[in-house]
């Protein structure tokens, strides 16, 4: 069983339209991270965080996002209003006695 | 954190050794070199870490130099799915107050692995 679930696997939106990514750990953590990937692109951090609290986040992090943790089990990265370079892989991580431990990823497609 | 830097891209033969290089001249005492890899567009997948001493797990082995400014992953038995992109992290990791607090990865281009039959 894998680690860290992510859903959707692919997510197909309107330009300007709000969407939530999902990530689903098998147990509970308190630490957790989200980074894209830009097609053909390295991997980018965006944010990390940390019992309730942002402790980290990159300049792409801007008031368009935002991270939650609705409840004990899974965490999201919401893009309030999605522009067209905002496909991407999304990937969320959480760590395992050091190492990060990634997800299989989002596909996110703005139309 | 320390930057990598890795070789552009890597040939392997099928059953044969895959050295991968990284330089991390700048690193500093308390930072670990993780090696990640990354197949298509599949989440990066953990591979190994060390800090000065060399490590060797059920996917890897890490050579550290001993002046900890270079390091080698070694994939000892190359099979076509190992063919990937191969990223080469330095990690900030500090005591805190309960445990260790890690700094996040910085991936930056790696090392594009291609195993050939």
Known sequence: EPEVTQTPSHQVTQMGQEVILRCV????HLYFYWYRQILGQKVEFLVSFYNNEISE??????????VERPDGSNFTLKIRSTKLEDSAMYFCAIPRRGPLIFGPG?????? | D???TQPTSMDCAEGRAANLPCNHSTISGNEYVYWYRQIHSQGP???IHG???????????L????DRKSSTLILPHATLRDTAVYYCIVRVASAIAGGTSY??????????????P
């Open chain 2, 45 to 47: 997948q953990y591979i």
């Open chain 2, 2 to 4: 320390a930057k990598t």
């Open chain 2, 103 to 116: 700094g996040k990865l910085t991936f930056g281009q790696g090392t594009i692995l291609t195993v050939h």
């Open chain 1, 106 to 111: 989002t596909r996110l497609t703005v139309l």
């Open chain 1, 57 to 66: 986040k990159s300049e792409i992090f801007d008031d368009q996002f935002s």
């Open chain 2, 63 to 66: 050579i550290i130099t001993e």
């Open chain 2, 51 to 61: 800090l000065k001493n060399n490590e060797t797990n059920e996917m890897a082995s």
């Open chain 1, 25 to 28: 750990p098998i147990s509970n």
